[in-house]
T-cell receptor
Framework: QKEVEQDPGPLSVPEGAIVSLNCTYSNSAFQYFMWYRQYSRKGPELLMY????GNKEDGRFTAQVDKSSKYISLFIRDSQPSDSATYLC?????????????FGTGTQLKVEL | DAGVTQSPTHLIKTRGQQVTLRCSPKSGHDTVSWYQQALGQGPQFIFQ???????QRGNFPDRFSGHQFPNYSSELNVNALLLGDSALYLCASSSGRNTEAFFGQGTRLTVV
């Protein structure tokens, strides 16, 4: 079993829709959580970072963490064609000796006009 | 403010050869991590450098080695290349104990 599970999609939605992207994890030691957006053949771009259960909002994006269920989500409101990309969840453990990230496989999102 | 820069952007090598990839971290960052991303997969952690030493390592063979220079830039070396080493190699930088990691555009390595 992978430490981080993410549905690869593809997920296709109409412009303006609310998008929900999800990851589950098995390692209860994970303490901080990130969402990255990756356009085709480009490097990942950090969208959201959080380390506590609950919601964190930034513009059209909301990151949600439920540590008791080992489940994280990213919501995108008023989705735009420019949001079409692969979304990667990543998580790690606070240590004094490094900050290795464990990634999901990524969900491919297409927002259609 | 320059972000994380990687060179080269693309590279084609023959099986058995050696390759060196380079990374300059974001201004103000002193920690560099390397990841391998196969097509359709998430990035996999290779190793991390801080204060010119390897601080943490993922599940990669010794053919993968690295170095960090006093100016915090880093190199990833891969020896005896295999076809399976074909991937996007990503460099991420962060600052000390700060866990937010920022990625470069990657180097796409093709082994033929």
């Amino acid at each position: 079993q992978k430490e981080v599970e993410q549905d690869p999609g593809p997920l296709s939605v109409p412009e303006g829709a609310i998008v929900s992207l999800n990851c589950t994890y098995s390692n209860s030691a994970f303490q901080y959580f990130m969402w990255y957006r990756q356009y085709s053949r480009k490097g990942p771009e950090l969208l959201m970072y959080t380390y506590s259960s609950g919601n964190k909002e930034d513009g059209r994006f909301t990151a949600q963490v439920d540590k008791s269920s080992k489940y994280i989500s990213l919501f995108i409101r008023d989705s735009q064609p420019s949001d079409s990309a692969t979304y990667l969840c990543a998580m790690g453990v606070f240590t004094g000796g490094g900050n290795k990230l464990t990634f999901g496989t990524g969900t491919q999102l297409k927002v259609e006009l | 403010d320059a972000g994380v820069t990687q060179s080269p952007t693309h590279l084609i090598k023959t099986r058995g050869q050696q390759v060196t990839l380079r990374c300059s971290p974001k201004s103000g960052h002193d920690t560099v991590s390397w990841y391998q991303q196969a097509l359709g997969q998430g990035p996999q952690f290779i190793f991390q450098y801080y204060e010119e030493e390897e601080r943490q390592r993922g599940n990669f063979p010794d053919r993968f080695s690295g170095h960090q220079f006093p100016n915090y830039s880093s190199e990833l070396n891969v020896n005896a290349l295999l076809l399976g080493d074909s991937a996007l190699y990503l460099c991420a930088s962060s600052s000390g104990r700060n866990t937010e990691a920022f990625f470069g555009q990657g180097t796409r390595l093709t082994v033929v």
